[in-house]
């Protein structure tokens, strides 16, 4: 339906409709834009509470490091808690840096969205100068400057957790040329009784055949003696070959070699029964134990050096004599 106006004749159709009281024109729900967002919008009570719980974490970091060196060197290495204790005080002194790194992120600095057109690859004078800008602003924002609190607790957090490297480093081992006398005397002596590693002494009959245990001199497995560790093993009659001088250095089919390879100084202590076999695991020396443990694959140049055996009179393991030749790898020789 339509009307017409008298006086100027226009027409209104029906279907026209008035804007609605209010309405400006606008979308009904234009989007909002993020306002950037800080430490200012919390306030200073909640900004410190911040900054303490930041340099908490740091100082936790930097306990945990402490409680590291005291583990590594207070508690004896053959406690059942040693090792765990390490783990956990190091991770401890690790998560502590990273939570601490990510709350200053989250809680200190401020948080705004920007987008950045491309741009050509490659950098002009300009760019280089707003680089510059953008690293002082950052370093700005990040409150180091200001901020003594977290300058000096993020400090001696990394300061601190560099010193479980030193430990970890001085318990590699002994160096060949500052050790030459250390790497080339024996702790085994004629007489000694071979000892497992909890100190009990082995006798005649322990092992059975194929058997195969690692002994030490009279219980002696301190860490300071690492040509000390040895493999004692049970043949068959017939089966051992030894070399020529060296028959008597059986006892009832017990032969005992040195665990330590003769080509880099890893634990050679992986025997087959059936092939008799000694395999090195580091660089894949094999050694045949029948025939007196000499390579027959892999980059060792020589057998393994040989203990020579006896009973004392109660029966139990004894060397009969100190080892005859070098241990350890091959180059400690040339050293």
């Not at 800080?38 to 402490?66: H, Q, W």
């Not at 030894?242 to 634990?267: L, M």
Request: proline share 9%.
């Amino acid at each position: 339906m339509s009307t017409h106006d008298s006086a100027g004749g226009e027409s209104l159709t029906g279907n026209t409709s008035a804007s609605a009281p209010g309405d400006t024109g606008r979308p009904a729900n234009p989007p909002s834009a993020k306002s950037p967002t800080g430490p200012e919008d919390v306030g200073p009570r909640a900004d410190k509470r911040s900054e303490r719980l930041v340099a908490t974490c740091f100082g936790v970091s930097s306990l945990a490091a402490i409680a590291f060196l005291v583990v590594f060197w207070a508690l004896p290495k053959t406690d059942v808690a040693y090792t765990p204790l390490l783990g956990v005080c190091l991770a401890v002194s690790l998560f502590g840096v990273g939570v601490g790194a990510i709350l200053w992120a989250k809680k200190i600095m401020p948080d705004e969205e920007a987008v950045q057109e491309r741009h050509p690859m490659y950098s002009t004078p300009e760019d280089a100068a707003k680089t510059a800008a953008v690293f002082a602003e950052g370093t700005e924002k990040t409150g180091v400057a200001r901020r003594r609190l977290l300058r000096y607790s993020f400090l001696g957090a990394m300061g601190t957790l560099a010193l479980p490297i030193v430990p970890i480093i001085s318990d590699l081992g002994v160096h060949p040329r500052g050790n030459a006398r250390q790497l080339k005397t024996s702790p085994w002596k004629k007489g000694d009784r071979l000892t497992t590693e909890e100190g009990a002494p082995v006798r005649i009959g322990d092992l059975e055949y194929g058997g195969i245990l690692t002994v030490f001199p009279n219980g002696n497995t301190s860490p300071s003696n690492s040509l000390a560790p040895t493999v004692l093993i049970r043949l068959r009659a017939g089966e051992n070959q030894p070399r020529p001088g060296r028959e008597t250095w059986e006892v009832d089919g017990h032969v005992a070699y040195s665990a330590i390879c003769t080509h880099a100084g890893c634990p050679a202590k992986l025997y087959e029964q059936q092939t008799h076999h000694m395999l090195c695991p580091c660089h894949q020396s094999t050694f045949l134990v029948t025939e007196h443990c000499r390579p027959i694959f892999g980059p060792a140049a020589r057998p393994l050096p040989q203990l020579p055996l006896a009973l004392d009179n109660e029966g139990f393991f004894v060397a009969g004599a100190a080892y005859q030749e070098p241990l350890g790898p091959s180059f400690w020789e040339r050293s």
